[in-house]
């Protein structure tokens, strides 16, 4: 990965959460890990679209193993004799609302940013969970979780690379989704006991996820200057590009499929598919 564990490495200060007094707030935290393991199911659309063979295959590999989480996090929730429940807004924002319109909107925003987020949180759980077969599951997930972000990274300085509107448009839409990270901080200290060693400080580990994600980007190549620098009309600006250009290449895409469609019928003038490589 482009970030090392070092670097995403956050000090709890030794807190940590006992899996009977805190296991309601545990139980949370797995839940929203459950709802994004389990959008998992989206892979199948990017295997049906994927660019070429080693893709595809990577992709395969990866439905699986994401399937294999939601198996882990349901037995965590059984561990703690916990149902599954519905995830906050903003966890389903993330994971579902800013699903990417085509293959690289999916390796930067879902593959290298938002499953870069994902792990931090599993390292996170780790360092504080004080309950040996819940860290051992996590464990288990983190391995492939950092194969997961590694590709997305990979896969997106690939994208990009001598396509600088691509870039701006993956940068500001990357801008939408690490908002929708910083909103986690207001629900934290609205929903969390704030008193509790280990929670107090979880809006500390969202700045921290939030500097380590813009860390990402500048190594992947997005941006050659930190996010935290650029100025709120520089930010707006880059989002409004980011959204007119889905628009246009919305707006093409559906053109071109009406004109095409005759063609389609038979077979012919359709998207490239894997098949065709």
Known sequence: ?????????????????????????IVWAVQQFLYGEITGVQIGHWLYNAPDLESARFLARQAVEEFQHVGNFLRILEIL??????????VRFLAT???GGDWAEHVALEMALGEGLVLQAFYAMIDTVDEPEI?????RG??????????????????IAGRPALRRRLLGLALVSLWGVSRLEAFMKKRLPMDHPALRRLPDLVRHSVRIA??????????????????AGRKLALVAEAYAR???????????????????????????????T
């Open 1 to 25: 990965m482009l970030v090392t564990r070092e670097e995403m490495a956050f000090d709890f200060q030794g807190a940590r959460l006992d899996p009977v007094k805190d296991k309601d707030v």
């Open 81 to 90: 004799g916990a149902p599954p429940e519905k995830a906050t807004w903003s």
């Open 97 to 99: 609302g800013l699903m």
């Open 135 to 139: 860290v051992a599951i996590l464990k």
């Open 142 to 159: 983190v391995r492939q979780e950092e194969r997961h972000v590694d590709f997305g990274e990979q896969q997106t300085s690939k994208a």
């Open 214 to 231: 813009e860390l990402r980007l500048m190594r992947i190549g997005l941006t050659d200057v930190p996010i935290s620098s650029m100025s």
């Open 246 to 276: 889905k628009l246009a290449l919305g707006l093409v895409s559906w053109v071109l499929a009406v004109l095409l469609f005759p063609l389609r019928l038979v077979g012919l003038a359709g998207p490239k598919r894997l098949t065709d």
